[in-house]
């Protein structure tokens, strides 16, 4: 069965320490990987997908298809990062999405 | 046009009424979905269209639950006889077939059942 699994609904970093979303998921096939993020009153918005093996805002994810993973990463966290990140997954039909719980992280001044 | 929107922002209703939320996507976006979302928990994915096609449908999605996409443009979805447990804010979110699957998102509506 398809599953995207976020194991910490919560997370707290210092301003301009490391930070680390953890992502596993589930897919019977060749998925697409997906992170979205949620700021506080905005409206969910892709922050960056694997296809396009990018960095936005400093952050990236490698896709790891031995240990179905797809962190997402920032060396040095700012306090504009405190938001609600969602890892996605569809196939490459793009017919479904599946998200994960969810990620509520908050960087400390 | 400034992205998708979602109307109405917010619903009460009462237990065993019908509501009915509509979503405009991005004018040029052939891809709409459908989600519905409640508290702690991701959005969670119900229906599907390309174009005017309904190509998908969740196992979630009751009888109760129909969503519509008549000229490839707007979309409703529609609740007939409201349970509490419908209470959720619905997301909907459209995508250029071909962009890579990017989807854009509205605001949400969200539905309190009393």
């Known amino acids: 069965a398809q599953r995207v699994t976020q194991p910490e609904k919560l997370l707290s970093v210092f301003k301009g320490a490391p930070v680390e979303l953890k992502c596993n998921y589930s897919?019977?096939?060749?998925?697409?990987l997906f992170w979205y993020v949620q700021y506080s009153r905005q409206r969910l918005q892709l922050l960056l997908r694997h296809i396009s093996r990018e960095s936005i805002k400093g952050f990236t994810a490698d896709l790891n298809k031995g240990e179905t993973s797809f962190h997402l990463k920032k060396p040095f966290a700012q306090e504009e990062d405190s938001a609600m990140y969602y890892c996605?997954?569809?196939?490459?039909?793009?017919?479904?999405?599946?998200f994960g719980t969810g990620t509520s992280l908050t960087v400390i001044p | 046009d400034t992205g998708v929107s979602q109307n109405p922002r917010h619903k009460i209703t009462k237990r065993g009424q019908n509501v009915t939320f509509r979503c405009d996507p991005i004018?040029?976006?052939?891809?709409l979905y459908w989600y519905r979302q409640t508290l702690g928990q991701g959005p969670e994915f119900l229906t599907y269209f390309q174009n005017e096609a309904q190509l998908e449908k969740s196992r979630l999605l009751s009888d109760r639950f129909s969503a519509e996409r008549p000229k490839g443009s707007f979309s409703t979805l529609e609740i007939q006889r409201t349970e509490q447990g419908d209470s959720a804010m619905y997301l909907c979110a459209s995508s250029l077939r071909g962009a890579r699957n990017e989807q854009f998102f509205g605001p949400g509506t969200r539905l309190t059942v009393l």
């Open positions: 897919y019977s096939g060749s998925p697409e």
């Open positions: 004018s040029e976006h052939n891809r």
């Open positions: 996605a997954l569809s196939g490459q039909s793009g017919n479904q999405f599946y």
